[in-house]
């Protein structure tokens, strides 16, 4: 697998995102807190009326 060209505008979304630094000092991008949580559970939600005998054992 490679990278898809339109990847970027799909995964860059400021409005979505804060800075974050790691332990090491690092500075990183996440989503806000909260907003993932919101995702997660509408993908989770889609996947089980889609397809219930496929289980979800995590979500990240």
Not at 1 to 29: C, D, F, I
Request: hydrophobic content about 35%.
């Amino acid at each position: 697998m490679g990278w898809h060209p339109k990847a970027e505008e799909v995964l860059w979304r400021p409005e979505l995102q804060e800075v974050k630094y790691s332990q090491t000092g690092g500075r990183n991008v996440r989503y806000k807190r909260g907003i993932k949580k919101d995702l997660v559970d509408t993908l989770v939600d889609m996947v089980h009326e889609q397809m219930p005998y496929c289980p979800i054992r995590y979500a990240f």
